[in-house]
């Protein structure tokens, strides 16, 4: 059984016991969150697709933990001009564990 969501702005496939880093949540380390958005579900039954949400479809999870990811390096230059701008980001992300996939 696998579920696809939606959450912070990705699409995400989950199944049951997946680990997966998803954009930055609120909640604690060690709490339980539930994840409403689900845009399909794929079960014994076969394959439900929402327009665009699974009626009553929800996953649970649970925050492993919190970071940011390793820092994507940012350089603009402007040929025979002698202009470089150098710069980095790092996205901050949430862990979670998928507990169930209830649908």
């Known amino acids: 059984m696998y579920a696809i969501i939606r959450t912070g702005g990705k699409q995400y496939t989950v199944a049951v016991g997946d680990t997966v880093k998803v954009e930055l949540l609120p909640g604690e380390v060690g ?59 790092r996205q901050h992300y949430t862990e979670l564990k998928i507990d169930a996939i209830t649908a």
């Open 31 to 89: 709490s339980q969150i539930k994840l409403e958005e689900v845009l399909a579900v794929k079960d014994e039954a076969g394959l439900r697709v929402g327009a665009p949400l699974v009626e009553g479809a929800s996953v649970t999870a649970t925050i492993v933990a919190e970071g940011r990811h390793d820092k994507v390096r940012i350089f603009k230059f402007r040929r025979r001009k002698h202009s470089m701008k150098s710069g980095g980001h």
